[in-house]
């Protein structure tokens, strides 16, 4: 008989799991060790990592408040396969006897692992996303006991450069190119070969990410006939919302992620977006609820007429816009301050990318450099010119999202919520119907500085006073530019002084207007 519920169809289980190590392969291994009586075994697929074996990486892991609730036993089932999703061998660099432990074992595949750079080369976006797909499914092929398989996408890999303000359904949308020809591709030619070859397919995507993702989609239509399987597609994801607790995340890898993170140290403050459009948020929680419940009904319905698809987004029932997700992190940045902050935690947005880059020069770059140079005798673990330049790299990529707007239809996806029992629905929240955007953005603010920024409660009052202060010095900036600046004119430059205040009143409003 099929099993009835998430905890049914674990129960008993081996899970074979890849991406753990990331955000939101961390929050399903999470999530499954919660489960109770829960699976025998989990393998896991980790590579080692500047020098850090796999085994030493999952303790690490396990070390993290995320598993800070997870009974001991349970994290005992877990076992470390070394593997490397990025590897040439067909398969992932696993042992002989490994990938026979896989195949003669293992019931349930969670394929989340994936290259989630906007600005990834061609043939790292390929061997991941694509290549390593092909080898997962290999795999899965193979196996004697398989009941269920996810593969997590992404809601914007059919978002080509000709789909503005298109409606897409949970369905599989097929490219012309035959994704296995382009993995024999990869192999036989170089890079410059593929990118003249398959010129006119690269072009019709934003970046080497959502190519990737949507060739991996058809390569599982393709050659995934016959297996149980299911593809989810979250939106933007960020923090979670409620399990296991709110606003829990441990890198901000995502550009949303990153964003709060800057935003609330005062180092980032223009954006480029449209500030009416849709924000497409998926917390990760609800990510990983709709990938166990995307493996529960595959298992149900192991062979349907079309691929198992689901949009797990919030735009079409709850939707929330980027100028709202911005004003609530500000806001939030404020009541929420880290200690050690730049400047006073503020942000706009433009549409205009000569205004969001004349910005960035002159409230980021500018400020970056001078923070570098003076703090350069303290040693400081990062460079804050070093995030500006990735910021602007990102955030370049990012605005082909934040100015164009899309609706993802989640029919098959509000269908699994009424698929499980009502004592799952709580355990693995699925509904973004439910959550109130401003109380969400601030607990993404609050577990950031928690939890990223790694900052306790007892340093909040002594932070506040600091932002306090700073939002005297933030009022005041303008007038003390102008005064700064007519003396500099007057002093150095020999200007006589309604000349050097003339001069000086136009570049501060110039820099006011940015």
Partial sequence: MPPNSINEMVSGSCVFLTGVT???GGCLLERICQLDPGPERVFVLVREKRGVDPHSRLQKMFSSPLFSKTPKKNLE????????????????????????????????????????????????????NLRGTWAILQLAKQMKKLRAMVHVSTAY??????????????????????????????????LDEIETKYAKLIGKYPNTY????????????????????????????L????????????????????????AAKGIFCTFQARADMVMDVSPVDLVVSTILAAA???????????????????????????????????????QYPCARVAWYPRMRLTRCFLRHRLAIIAFQMLPAFFIDLFAGFLKPPYSVLEIQRRYIKGSTQASYFSLREWEFTRNAADELIEMLPEEERKKHPMDPRLIDWEVYFKNC????????????AESLPKARRTIAFLRVIAALAPLLSFFGLSCAFVLLAGLVWTTAASVSAILVLTLVCL
């Avoid at 992932?92 to 026979?100: F, H, V, W």
């Avoid at 019931?107 to 989630?116: D, G």
């Avoid at 949507?214 to 593809?231: F, Y």
């Avoid at 603010?445 to 306790?456: A, D, L, N, P, W």
């Fill in 22 to 24: 990331g955000f939101v």
């Fill in 77 to 128: 089932r877990v076992h470390v396969l070394e593997g490397d999703m990025g590897n040439n061998n067909k398969n992932l660099g696993l042992s002989e006897a490994d990938q026979q432990l896989i195949i003669s074992h293992c019931t349930h595949v969670f394929h989340v692992a994936a290259c989630i750079s906007f600005v990834a080369p061609l043939d790292l976006a390929v061997r991941i």
């Fill in 157 to 190: 890999a059919n978002c080509t450069r000709d789909s503005d303000h298109a409606e897409f359904q949970e369905q599989i949308y097929h490219e012309d190119v035959d994704p296995v020809e382009v993995i024999c591709a990869l192999k036989k030619m170089s």
């Fill in 210 to 237: 959502t190519l990737a993702k949507r060739l991996a989609e058809n390569l599982l239509a393709q050659d995934g006939r016959g297996l149980p399987l299911s593809i989810v597609r979250p939106g933007i994801i």
């Fill in 239 to 262: 923090n979670t919302w409620r399990e296991p607790f709110p606003g829990w995340l441990d890198s901000v890898n995502s550009g949303a992620c990153g964003f709060i993170a800057g």
């Fill in 296 to 334: 529960l009904k595959a298992e149900r319905e192991p062979r349907p007429r079309r691929a198992h698809v689901f949009h797990c987004t919030s735009g079409s029932v709850n939707p929330t816009t980027w100028a709202a997700y911005c004003d609530s992190v500000i806001r939030a940045s404020r």
């Fill in 445 to 456: 603010v609050i577990g950031t500085r928690t939890y990223f920024h790694k900052e306790s």
